[in-house]
Nanobody
Framework: VQLQASGGGLVQAGGSLKLSCAAS????????MAWFRQAPGKEREFVAA????????YYSEFAEGRFNISRDDAKNSVYLQMNDLKPDDTAVYYC???????????????????WGKGTQVTVSS
């Protein structure tokens, strides 16, 4: 599976962005999908994840209520709608995938075997 993230850019605080991640190479449907991010000088951290059933979703504390993860299996894609962006949201955002759902380990990077190259999100104050 190859993952390509896009949709990043420069936005003012309070604005919105929608990130997309397109999967290619295999049937996308069975894969658990997630977004992580890495800010300058910080560790990569979990943002959100979507289960294979398309219903169960998981969010980090900072994403809850502001971000929404969704998937479109017909387009082999997963999205991250980000609203009310803050300067602290500035980071490179990565999409990740794995054919096996981690059940209790959605936040763990080690549970995802496939990663995209990331897309830069910059939020100005």
């Amino acid at each position: 599976v190859q993952l390509q993230a896009s949709g990043g850019g420069l936005v003012q605080a309070g604005g919105s962005l929608k990130l997309s991640c397109a999967a290619s190479g295999r049937n996308f449907r069975p894969y658990a999908m997630a977004w992580f991010r890495q800010a300058p000088g910080k560790e990569r951290e979990f943002v959100a994840a979507a289960a294979r059933n398309g219903v169960d979703r998981y969010y980090s504390e900072f994403a809850e209520g502001r971000f929404n993860i969704s998937r479109d299996d017909a387009k082999n894609s997963v999205y991250l709608q980000m609203n009310d962006l803050k300067p602290d949201d500035t980071a490179v955002y990565y999409c990740a995938a794995d054919p096996y759902e981690p059940y209790t380990g959605w936040r763990l990077q080690s549970n995802y075997g496939y990663w995209g190259k990331g897309t830069q999100v910059t939020v100005s104050s």
